[in-house]
Nanobody, 130 residues
């Protein structure tokens, strides 16, 4: 039913840019909290960025000033603009949503926030070389 599909990942040199997209479908609500998290092999999930229905955004310290989260409500699409990429940004990137149903939720920390999400996509790989 609910589905999130990421795209836009790839391989870039340090200092380069990528824009990730996430198309959400299968739910009627137009306003929900959405976020991006990432995970590299052998490392814990790391919250990256979050956007509230009112447009407020929040970022992990590690990406503050380099990444920008945004959304197109009409297309139900979430974006992550990533600039000045670093090798430590290499990871699988996932979009996630907190949709108001009763399914079990997982938690990821984004800055000082604990984001509880119940849906996420298959991920898109970002690889940054030095």
């Amino acid at each position: 039913q609910v589905q999130l599909v990421e795209s836009g990942g790839g391989s870039v040199q340090a200092g380069g840019s990528l824009r990730l997209s996430c198309v959400a479908s299968g739910y009627s609500g137009r306003r929900t909290v959405m976020a991006w998290f990432r995970q590299a092999p052998g490392k814990e999930r790391e919250g990256v960025a979050l956007i509230e229905p009112n447009g407020s955004t929040w970022y992990a310290d590690s990406v503050q000033g380099r990444f920008t989260i945004s959304q197109d409500s009409g297309k139900n699409t979430l974006y992550l603009q990533m600039n000045r990429l670093k090798p430590e940004d290499t990871a699988m990137y996932y979009c996630a949503a907190d949709i108001p149903d009763q399914t079990v939720r997982r938690t990821v920390v984004i800055g000082t926030f604990w984001f509880n999400y119940n849906y996420w996509g298959q991920g898109t790989q970002v690889t940054v070389s030095s």
